[in-house]
Each structure stands twice: as C-alpha cells, then as structure tokens.
C-alpha cells in the first residue's frame, strides 16, 4: 500500500467522492458538509497540516487502508498537539 498527500489536483475529485457517500451511513462524515466544493474549501482549512493532512492511499481494501492512514497522519502533526478529535455516524458498523 502507497500512502501520500494528496496532490491539490485531487482535491475535487476527493470532494465529489466524499459529498457522493455522504448520504450512506456507513460512510458518513459528521463534520463535513453534503456538497463537493463545501467540502474542498473544509478540507483546505483543516488545522494545523491544512492539505498537508490529506492522506489518500491506493488500496481497496477500507479495513487495510483506515489504521494505516490514521497512523500516517497522526505521525505527521506537530508535536504540540496532543489530541485528535473524531466524529461518527453512529449507523457506521465500518469504525
């Protein structure tokens, strides 16, 4: 599995990818918004990596590419944070 940032050409692809499950439990991202370019513009403010922290892996497999993305990016945040914030779907059976 190859992990890197995603390249700021990708960026509309991942928010139509994202806004198009949105709306399925088991995908749903309770802080981003339904709509592609709402979503690009939050991806774009995220703190404190802002695009630098977004991951995208060339896997298939979710249960593969989840922990090993979760790790990537937490290695990556300064060493002053000390927390990270996660927000769910409840419905979600994938976390």
């Not at 802080?31 to 995220?46: F, G, K, N, V």
């Not at 944070?81 to 927000?87: A, T």
């Amino acid at each position: 599995m190859h992990i890197r940032v995603m390249h700021p050409h990708g960026l509309a692809v991942v928010a139509q990818l994202i806004a198009a499950l949105q709306d399925d439990p088991q995908h749903h991202i309770g802080y981003l918004d339904r709509e592609p370019a709402a979503i690009a513009a939050q991806r774009c403010e995220l703190q404190p990596l802002g695009l630098d922290g977004v991951l995208v892996a060339d896997e298939d497999h979710w249960n593969a590419v989840a922990g090993a993305l979760y790790a990537a990016v937490v290695d990556l945040l300064p060493d002053h944070v000390r927390g990270q914030e996660l927000f769910h779907d409840a419905r979600s059976t994938r976390l």
